[in-house]
């Protein structure tokens, strides 16, 4: 047994003998120590020193390898040194361990890790040559016309048929200035030119500064005075209906006519100059529906027999334009939305600047947006009225949901847009 027992010891002692001890190192934490480096591209000769420097400034108190420092080195033809301080990983630190093999021990000791990069002294001092834009250029196109597809070698020599030469643009530069200044002379301000646009538009003389919506179009200025003295309406005093009333009318199937005519005789005494306006609104609408018979004027007479000759002249005379070839007259786009303007404007004047747009497209058989177009055209903004502007205007709470066009002053028309170049 006491043999058994000695063999073991031995054999245990002998594996013991084997293992070493791991320490940590006994010096302040604080004191210059060993550092672990990296040379990514080129190692240094073994024979290459290397100095530590720390930052101004930096607590030397701190542990070596959380202080911020830098190490530097120097061989015959290259210089090393630190890229950008020691590099800081969480999670993760750097140990060195010196093993002493009479004791059998290990010492570790905390580390910083520098990433070095190298210099090479002989190209120290030099500048890298600075390579402009047209030698750029002209290298990559080399490239294209060496390397590149169809495409490309297309799209290159595109480019060079299409480049300007600027040394040759200098003589003539001066004189090309001089060419515009003369040219744009004659070309109108931009007051001038709204000043044009707006006398150019296709609706009644205006007053741009007036500061009642009633003052804007005068009621004269849309229907000459002689033929609103002549339009019919005696013939009104005698209908004893509605119904009988809008029969009247040159234009009878019409729900803004009847609802303007159930208005002014809902009222203790009908307003002559509103029933005026109405029947000659009726008159355009009936004329506007017969565009087609203008050029014959006695059928056109015959569809609107109840209106006097003056006033069909004057509707011909303004709102058509004679055609060279029948030496007739013909109603054009622009005659066209003239008269729907001038017709839009008397609207505006019966229902106290507030128009119903919607009904107003339904009786003319147009889409509702054309319609809105046109009042924009005169200065108008389409909008809901609110309850402040329904009893204003006596008109339903119903009428809340109704779009309107209103026209506001100061008088101001729609910008042109102006449309974005294709590409």
């Not at 750097?94 to 190209?123: C, E, F, S």
């Amino acid at each position: 047994m006491s043999a058994a027992v000695a063999s073991k010891k031995r054999k245990r002692d002998a594996e013991d003998a084997g293992k070493a001890t791991l320490t940590l190192s006994t010096q302040p934490a604080s004191q210059v120590g060993p550092v672990l480096a990296s040379f990514p591209s080129l190692e240094p000769p073994k024979s290459t020193a290397f100095k530590c420097y720390v930052q101004k400034g930096a607590d030397k108190s701190a542990p070596f390898e959380t202080q911020p420092t830098i190490i530097a080195g120097e061989a015959e033809t290259v210089e090393f040194s630190t890229a950008d301080g020691p590099l800081s990983s969480t999670g993760c630190s750097y140990m060195i361990g010196v093993h002493d093999k009479r004791t059998n021990t290990t010492t570790l000791r905390p580390v910083p890790l520098h990433i070095l990069t190298r210099q090479v002294k002989a190209l120290k001092n030099l500048r890298p040559i600075e390579v402009s834009t047209g030698e750029r250029m002209a290298q990559r196109n080399n490239l294209g016309e060496a390397f590149g597809t169809k495409k490309a070698k297309a799209a290159i020599r595109a480019r060079e048929r299409n480049r300007v030469d600027i040394d040759a643009m200098k003589n003539v530069a001066g004189h090309l200035q001089d060419t515009i200044m003369q040219n744009t002379e004659t070309l109108p301000t931009a007051e001038e030119a709204k000043a044009t646009a707006d006398s150019s538009r296709l609706v009644p003389p205006y007053n741009a500064d007036a500061q009642n919506p009633g003052d804007v179009y005068a009621l004269h200025d849309i229907i000459p005075e002689a033929e609103f003295n002549a339009l019919p309406i005696s013939a009104f005093k005698s209908a004893k209906s509605d119904k009988d009333r809008i029969a009247l009318l040159p234009f009878s199937r019409s729900d803004w006519l009847k609802l303007q005519l159930k208005l002014i005789y809902s009222a203790p005494k009908p307003n002559k100059t509103d029933l005026k306006l109405v029947y000659y609104v009726s008159t355009m609408m009936a004329f506007f529906k017969n565009s087609r018979n203008v050029g014959d004027k006695d059928a056109l007479q015959q569809k609107l027999s109840g209106v006097p000759p003056i006033v069909l002249d004057g509707l011909i005379s303004r709102f058509t334009e004679t055609e060279r070839s029948t030496n007739k007259p013909k109603m054009t786009p622009q005659t066209e939305t003239m008269l729907l303007a001038y017709m839009f404007a008397l609207c505006l004047r019966v229902e106290d600047y507030a128009s119903d747009v919607e009904t107003i497209a339904h009786d003319l058989s147009m889409a509702p947006t054309k319609v809105m177009n046109l009042f924009k055209s005169l200065g108008c903004t389409i909008k809901k009225l609110g309850p402040n502007e329904l009893k204003e205007r006596g008109l339903p709470d119903s009428a809340a949901e109704t779009k309107r066009a209103v026209l506001k002053v100061p008088l101001e028309f729609p910008k042109n847009r102006v449309k974005r170049a294709g590409r």
